[in-house]
C-alpha cells in the first residue's frame, strides 16, 4: 500500500506562489506517474498537472499553464507543484495521487493512490 504524504498549503494573496510537495512511501518503482488534481467546494475534482518518474514527460491544465510547474525527486518518490501568480480562482484542496503506469494521465480514474489533500486559499 503506497501512502502519498502532501504539505506545503496555505494561504496566499493573488498574485503570490505556493509550492506544494508530495511524497510517496514506501519506494516504488521508477514505473510511475505522479499528478495534482484540485476541487473547489461545490465543484468536481479536475486536473492540474502530471510527470512521468520514468520519461519526464509532463502535462497541464490550461489553466495553469504557464503559471504551475510540477517537477519531481526520484531518489526521493516525491513531486512538487510550484504554484506562481495565484488567482482567487486557485483556491481549493489539492490533491496528490500516484498512477502505476508509466505516462502521466490526466484522469483521476486513472491513478491508484491518493493522498489527503492540502487547501490553498487565496485571497484577492
Known amino acids: 500500500q503506497v501512502q502519498l504524504e502532501e504539505s506545503g498549503g496555505g494561504v496566499v494573496q493573488a498574485g503570490g506562489s505556493l509550492r506544494l510537495s508530495c511524497a510517496a512511501s514506501?519506494?516504488?518503482?521508477?514505473?510511475?506517474?505522479m499528478g495534482w488534481f484540485r476541487q473547489a467546494p461545490g465543484k468536481e475534482r479536475t486536473f492540474v498537472a502530471s510527470?512521468?518518474?520514468?520519461?519526464?514527460?509532463?502535462s497541464y491544465a490550461d489553466s495553469v499553464k504557464g503559471r504551475f510547474t510540477i517537477s519531481k525527486d526520484n531518489a526521493k518518490r516525491t513531486v512538487y507543484l510550484q504554484m506562481n501568480t495565484l488567482k482567487p480562482e486557485d483556491a481549493a484542496v489539492y490533491f496528490c495521487a500516484l498512477r502505476i503506469g508509466s505516462q502521466p494521465a490526466m484522469v483521476s480514474h486513472d491513478y491508484h493512490y491518493w493522498g489527503q489533500g492540502t487547501q490553498v486559499t487565496v485571497s484577492s
Open positions: 510527470i512521468s518518474f520514468l520519461y519526464d514527460t509532463t
Open positions: 514506501p519506494r516504488t518503482s521508477s514505473g510511475i506517474a
